[in-house]
């Protein structure tokens, strides 16, 4: 049932009903709203008049009315008794048919079943309402020349054995079948109210069952019709809040009308700006004085969605997302969820770098996830609790279903216990209600399985409209049709451009379009749109005293023009709304900023040490901005990692160290090298590739699937031939360390590092060497900042300074050494040492330079200690791959460099 809405008062004269009320006749309307409407304007008219008792007035929908009848005719035994479906259950049983059908014929795919079943289901109610013979064999032919449409006889013949089967029918058959007792129910007198057009099958049964059907439409007004453009749909609903919101503190008696021609784009969008224009948006929320004829979807509530979160983890893997909602909900009982422990869980889930992530290994993480002394979450208790639930992991009918799901939300406190408010406590009711209608899938459904009830569940949850009830207001914010015969004294429709007043015409694919052409079905042709929005219009202009009509002149970049229905409208400019409010900018402007400059965090004392980790980074990160390093290794910050459907580049560099390092464990220098035939260093590089693969994390093996490690493999091992070829260039060495892990301090900052490799030349001079997989360049190692400071850093650990630095560039196709030293010891590492530094350091040889870098270097490691911690990238690259923009807020910071 909808929901129930209070609506303003006087939007209805019912004057002119009270002929047809006093004949007993039964008012039958187009909508809910209308039948509410005159029902209230009724009763409060029996008040005012002193009547403490009176006869409820027969006012009732049009499809209200006659599925009433329908049950009378089964109560009084002049129909058989059928299960009526409600609209959930006849698209589950639509989607069984198209599921059933796909598996039986592979001929036709279909990307999105379940907007299928929606468009058959629309096809057959519509070949009923519009009194279509399907059992005629000429017109089942032409269904036949079209492959949609033959696919869809097919359906509808299973769908019809289906309903059959089990006796049960639709809203429309219920229509058909009172066609077959005309003349045996009670005859009524109907009126029909503010009806721009009925179905033919409603029409055929109402004549059947009514001893008279007559018309009304209210009487027309002498309206003032103006039209407005924008620039943009901001502006356009920026002009009408303030419209609304002028209109009503100048007259709060005066009705007025909203009517939103993108409910479902615009609705949001507007309720902020009419928040704002009425200081709605504080503590004053509840008091907006706008009901708003739409809600949202339950299963975009914050109770609904987190419960449907909450569920979520019970199926076999869920979205790293949906974790992370289960965390922030506070509708849950989890103590520890906004704990520094469970960032670092959070933060582990996105270096995975897995957007899904197996409930099995999410139990593990979060019962091994540990800081400090602090290890495992409450989470974990939780997940292990539904893992031991075997019920959840057997079928059942939907019914049994809802006490599981119950017993789940249980398990983790839902909806919590801080209390509901108002609007929360209405959406913890119509969740309660959809679970009850959840139980009458029974009537449609066999036993499924929790993942396939979870996704039914969430699919009605979807399709249920959260309305919340609020007190009566004198703003309507409504859809094109649910304003049909309400008057106002001010309306204004939104959203008038060519393109979308008319719609352009959407027939059904499943019926053949000469016969929606031949019978007028809706949305069939481009004249059949035009003169239904026409008379929309006409219904909108006879209701109301004013009416504004807008459009944009441009929507997405693309330029719009007026409908063509507007051609009648007065053209009215009006001044476009700021952007900004006009309170924001006289606070803004009255205001004096004060500066503070805070770019020193406090000293780092001896207790700070022992948290601080990162080895080389903790220098390369103060050298590219030190506010990165107070962040990551003070505040221990990190920015989430992005989601992948591979390895990453980080990853992919880890996996080239491991095999570069199993590698060098086979071949210890250059005359192994020179020994290895074609065939030997294939085994070795296999050898390396797959010692590299098997140590990667067992989740991130399975995560990527076989196929893809066989792929990554070949890559990596072609590379490390590339690479071999390189290292057979090069003077005799010996690889003398690999992965060696020594420990440096400066300036009382001790650092953990670990050497890639470390290389002997025949004079017994050294040259040390790091691994990239990416362009490297020596020019990160010079200036008072070096941008890659951990070669230097490993070269000041050594005992025994090194003849040569040199990075390794592993790169497809451009596999070579980017180094300096005071030796050659291979092909791209320069001994030319003030050519390489040229302008950027002082030093004449490598001796010099070598003191150079241990000044820089204890520079930044005195600043780290010092508390260093201003904003201060080096480069616009040192931005780039950072993450901690919206903690520094250096784009902030430039512009207020750049206006001063």
Known sequence: MPQEINLARGLYDINPLEAFISEGCVLLTPNYRLARRIKAEWDDRRIVAGDRVWEPIQVQPLESWLLGQWELAVNLNFLQPMMPLEPNQILELWQQIIREHAEECSDYQLLRP????????????????????????????????????????????????RLSAHRQ??????LVQLLSIEGQLPSARVVLLEFEEIAPLEYSVLSSLSASVRRFSSASRRSECLAHSFSDKRAELGAVATWAANLHRANPKATISIVLGDMGGDRIPLEYLL?????????????????????????????????LATLALGLKQTAVATVVDVLRSRFLVLPDAQSALAQCFVTSLYKEGSERVLIADLRYAAANVHLGDEKGLILARYLRALFEMRELRSAAIPSQWVAHFNEVLTLFGWPGNQGLDSLEYQQLELWQRTLEEFKAFDAVCETMYYGEALKLLRDCCNRQISQPQTEDSPIQVLGPLESAGLAFDHLWLTGM????????????????MFLQTQLGMPHATPEREWAFNEALLEGYVRACQTVHASYCRQIDGVPEMASALLSNFAVEPIVEPSFVSENWVSAHSAGILETYRDQEAPFVGLEAHAAIKGGSSVLEDQSQCPFRAFARHRLQVESLGAFTTALSASQRGSLLHDALYALWEQIDGYEALQMLDLASEKQVIVRAVQSAVDAAPKTQRRRLGQAYWQLESQRLASLLHEWLEVERQRSPFAVVQREQGITLELAQLKMHLRVDRVDQLPDGSRVIIDYKSGKCKTQDWLGDRPAKPQLLLYTLAEPVRAAALAFAQVCPRDCRYVGLGEVDAANGISTDVPRAVKAQMDAQDWTSLNARWRENLVGLAKAFIAGAAQVDPL???????????SLCRVDAQQKVVESN
């Open 169 to 174: 029918c639709t809203p429309a058959d219920c």
């Open 275 to 307: 928040r704002r224009e009425f200081d709605c948006l504080g503590s004053k929320y509840t008091s907006l004085p706008v009901n708003f004829s739409t809600g949202i979807a339950l299963g975009q509530a914050p109770l609904a969605r987190d419960a």
């Open 114 to 161: 379940d907007v299928a079943a929606q468009i058959a289901n629309h096809a057959r109610d519509i070949l009923l309402r519009w009194q279509v013979g399907m059992n005629d064999w000429s017109l089942r032919q032409s269904f036949q020349l079209d492959q949609d449409c033959a696919t869809f006889l097919r359906w509808l013949t299973l769908f019809e054995r």
């Open 497 to 512: 451009q060519a393109a979308s007043w008319p719609a352009a015409p959407r027939p059904n694919p499943f019926i053949p």
């Open 875 to 885: 480069n616009s690259s040192s931005c780039t791959w950072c993450g901690l923009q």
